[in-house]
């Protein structure tokens, strides 16, 4: 099947008054720095891949195994894991890290207790709409990383997330790994799906992630030239990979920190456990005095 044919099929093919800006945005107080984050599989497609340890000290990669013992009760103060438990000085939002061309915000610049919560692979007409609750319930907002061809048959629920005051982010149209691919294949990649954002929005997104975080200098190009800035993420549950709430949510509570961008995912098939998980991890955040945040559009 071709999924292409069904953006025709929604009447929203020719879209080329829209797009993303040329030119590469300010970073406003966020400063991007390498590392964190290792690339995850991330696919609803059930792509195998395996997590790669932070060679950043300022980043813990992705979070603990599901072996790992349960979060501890321990104070701030004496917490262990964290994507800035131990933040440099550099990343304070009051010295930002001059940013690096093309180099993924893999963690807030924050020594609060402020964290990013990040939704890929949507918008899923089951599951999308009972995230967006939870959110609202918690007073919550998120970046979302839509992919393409699913908000091509979910226009109204891409404007729905907008309206719940969540931010909009290019995830691809199709969701491939965008490393051995051509120029042009990425570009189209990304630039129609910030063409079909921007039309069913009114704004072009200004943030970008590449599917199962597998950058490449590319994509990392073309994004900036599109007027997208890169985020990764720096706790990673593994959702995708329906490993149970319990882990899910064992997982983020360990691994989160002062600037986390945690990523879960509401697209590619049932979601419930990532569900479950979210109404179990937020209130506990929130309860420790965690806040959350959208990155800057
Ligand atoms: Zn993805």
């Not at 953006?7 to 879209?15: E, F, I, N, P, R």
């Not at 997590?51 to 790992?68: C, D, E, M, N, V």
């Not at 402020?114 to 959110?135: C, E, K, M, R």
């Not at 199962?212 to 985020?231: F, N, Q, Y």
Request: aromatic share 4%.
């Amino acid at each position: 099947m071709s999924r292409r044919l069904l953006l025709s099929v929604a009447g929203l093919g020719l879209l080329s008054a829209a797009g993303c800006a040329t030119a590469v945005p300010s970073p406003g107080d966020l400063a991007a720095h390498a590392g964190g984050g290792g690339p995850t599989p991330g696919t609803p497609s059930g792509r195998a891949g395996t997590p790669t340890p932070s060679p950043s000290p300022t980043g813990p990669g992705t979070a603990a195994a599901a072996s790992a013992p349960p979060r501890p009760s321990a104070t701030p103060s004496t917490r262990t894991v964290g994507a800035v438990n131990v933040p440099s000085p550099s990343l304070s939002p009051a010295a930002p890290q001059p940013r690096r061309v093309g180099s993924p915000l893999f963690s807030l610049p924050s020594h609060d207790r402020l964290v990013a919560l990040t939704i890929d692979d949507g918008p899923d007409p089951a599951n999308t709409p009972v995230v967006l609750s939870i959110l609202q319930q918690y007073g919550i907002r998120a970046t979302f990383f839509l992919i393409g061809e699913n908000a091509a048959r979910q226009p109204a629920l891409v404007r729905e997330i907008a309206d719940h005051g969540h931010h909009i982010a290019n995830h691809t149209w199709t969701h491939p790994d965008l490393r051995g691919l051509s120029e042009t294949t990425v570009r189209d990649e990304l630039q129609r799906t910030c063409d079909l954002l921007h039309t069913a929005t009114g704004r072009a997104p200004t943030w970008f992630r590449a599917p199962g975080g597998d950058w490449s200098d590319v994509s990392l190009r073309v994004g900036a030239e599109l007027g997208m800035r890169p985020m990764g993420w720096s706790v990673d549950p593994q959702d995708w990979a329906r490993p149970g709430t319990s882990a899910i949510t064992t997982r983020v509570l360990q691994a989160v920190g002062p600037g986390s961008i945690v990523l879960n995912h509401d697209g590619g098939g049932d979601r419930s456990q990532t569900i479950a998980a979210l109404r179990m991890y937020l209130p506990v955040l929130i309860d420790e005095g965690y806040r959350f945040t959208a990155p800057p559009q």
